[in-house]
């Protein structure tokens, strides 16, 4: 009585099979039509309805149970009548809606946010669609639409972010596990994440090829989101750190190349024109670095530094702090050796040191032993201070680096109160103060010899999050004006509800705007006098050259 259904479609597919056999046996050709019509019609249209929604046989138990092969001759079956799917892309789109948001809703019910088993679920989900799409329905398009639709609505719900009561406050168990004090996060943030965690390979150890399917099938999740923008800005950032940092995987570029190719394809090349303009900075400044260390080997009264510059274009890249920093004349002696070289070969263009970015290994002679010290620009310019002074205070070396306090704040917590404490502070404690003195620890004993000194990096918090967002935001407006403008320039005159309609048509692929903000756009063009309304129309908008 359970597949009473499935037992049903299988003598249904039996007798129709025979019922053709006939009619080609004993009727003309003219009649076998008709016949095998009024069969359809009396064995599935009459029948459709309960059919696939039995409890234990319909659409539902099928998909549950993966029961593929009696899916496929369903779809064989009432593929043969009139409008006969799409009663069953219904009940899919349904289940497949309700099982996704149950994913959601378990993870947004979680003490902890993982990303990576977030996303790694959506992944699976959609694997097991995908699978039942293309091998057991043919791929037909109204199952295509059901699938797509259902994923959109699934992938484009928000999580909470705070309040998790297992994440104390800027703590976390994993480093899959997202701490934020954002009400609620996106699907975007979360997918981007999972990409950085896939790029740098760290966790899973995967093969080039294994890589390259996962991100086919994070790409192919990817074209359900709204909010591309979003996602294109938190992988900019993300892909910025791994790049300067030479954390992708195996350190080689190529599977960052295969990931924002296949973006590529999905979104048209101006969705990528930055993330391929970062790559390419890269191959550059190698070929740039190589030209002046040969070009070191010919200038006189060289310090001996190994100096490595990477120079980043402007427009590709995310705005970076530019702090001042008055580094050791070593140094400021080689940037205005590569100043000068750099400037020999391009014309026009502007350099900007960013000392936040870069980093330094120092060689350190302690009582106990010497030490290969791995450390960022600021902390090595802290630390070679003390070899002019045996010991200074915070303001003394605020004054001497000419650096922000914060920023010097940061690099003395993490030389003298983190892991490894190459400096000694009186008085003594986690706090601290510009009158506080610092001096190298003469006692200071490590079994290893090498030493990466741990820096206070931006970490992903709810003010980095909010500050994407407001660029994202702000992007959205001026693009949102230039489609207007060049809207109206080509039409000239445009009524409001047309201009409006076909700005969401041409920027629904990246994000899906709010007719508000459009409305508002188009006030502030009238304004700046982009565009004027018709003195008889109001709703009639005109361009003015």
Not at 116 to 139: M, P
Not at 219 to 225: K, N, S
Not at 442 to 458: G, H, T, Y
């Amino acid at each position: 009585a359970e597949y009473m259904g499935t037992v049903y479609m299988k003598k249904a597919e039996d007798r129709l099979g025979q019922e053709l056999q006939r009619a080609q046996t004993y009727l003309h050709s003219s009649s076998e039509t008709k016949l095998i019509r009024c069969v359809e019609r009396e064995l599935l249209s009459e029948v459709q309805k309960e059919l696939i929604e039995m409890e234990h046989s319909g659409v539902v138990a099928l998909l549950r149970d993966d029961k593929l092969d009696d899916l496929a001759r369903m779809y064989r079956l009432f593929s043969r009548i009139p409008k006969g799917l799409e009663p069953i892309a219904v009940v899919l789109k349904e289940h497949l809606s309700e099982n996704g948001l149950r994913v959601v809703k378990k993870h947004a019910e979680s003490p902890e946010l993982d990303f990576r088993n977030y996303v790694t679920d959506l992944l699976e989900l959609h694997d097991k669609y995908t699978t039942i799409l293309k091998q057991v329905l043919d791929s037909h398009p109204v199952f295509q639409k059901a699938v797509k639709d259902a994923f959109e609505a699934i992938v484009n719900q928000t999580l909470p972010g705070a309040g998790r009561a297992g994440v104390p406050e800027g703590k976390a168990a994993r480093a899959t596990v997202l701490v934020t004090s954002s009400k609620s996060v996106s699907s975007s943030e979360l997918l981007s994440n999972y990409v950085d965690l896939l790029m740098k390979n760290t966790t899973e150890k995967l093969s080039d090829q294994d890589l390259e399917d996962v991100l086919e099938k994070v790409v192919a999740l990817f074209g359900y989101i709204s909010d591309k923008d979003l996602f294109q800005e938190f992988y900019r950032k993300q892909l910025s750190r791994r790049l300067l940092s030479g954390t992708s995987g195996g350190g080689s570029d190529s599977n960052e190349v295969f990931f924002i190719s296949k973006l590529k394809l999905a979104c048209g090349a101006p969705f990528t024109s930055k993330l391929e303009g970062m790559v390419n900075d890269r191959t550059v400044s190698e070929d740039t670095l190589a030209h002046f260390k040969e070009y070191l080997k010919e200038q006189p009264g060289m310090p001996p530094i190994d100096f490595s510059v990477q120079v980043l274009t402007t427009g590709y890249w995310p705005a970076f702090k530019v702090d001042p920093l008055d580094c050791p004349q070593e140094i400021q002696q080689l940037q205005g050796v590569f100043r000068a070289f750099y400037d020999s070969r391009t014309q026009s263009r502007v350099l900007r040191w960013v000392h936040s970015l870069g980093g330094a290994t120092l060689l350190a002679r302690f009582p106990q032993g010497d030490k290969d010290l791995a450390v960022n620009v600021y902390q090595a310019c802290v630390l070679l201070a003390f070899n002019e002074a045996a010991a200074a205070t915070g303001a003394e070396l605020e004054q001497r680096l000419q650096l922000p306090w914060e920023e010097l704040r940061k690099a003395l917590q993490s030389l003298a109160c983190g892991r490894f404490r190459l400096l000694v502070k009186e008085p003594a404690g986690k706090e601290l103060k510009p009158t506080d003195a610092f001096a190298v620890n003469d006692e200071f004993a490590e079994r290893m010899r090498k030493i990466r000194v741990p820096s206070s990096l931006p970490k992903t918090t709810a003010k980095s999050t909010q500050a994407v967002v407001q660029q994202v935001e702000e992007d959205r407006r001026h693009t949102i004006e230039a489609c207007i403008v060049r809207l109206m320039k080509s039409r000239k005159v445009l009524e409001h509800a047309q201009l409006v309609g076909e700005v969401i048509m041409i920027l629904s692929q990246h994000w899906k705007p709010d007719p508000k903000i459009i409305k508002r756009r188009i006030d502030d063009l009238i304004a700046r006098e982009y565009l004027e309304r018709d003195p008889e129309r109001t709703s009639l908008y005109r361009y003015l050259a």
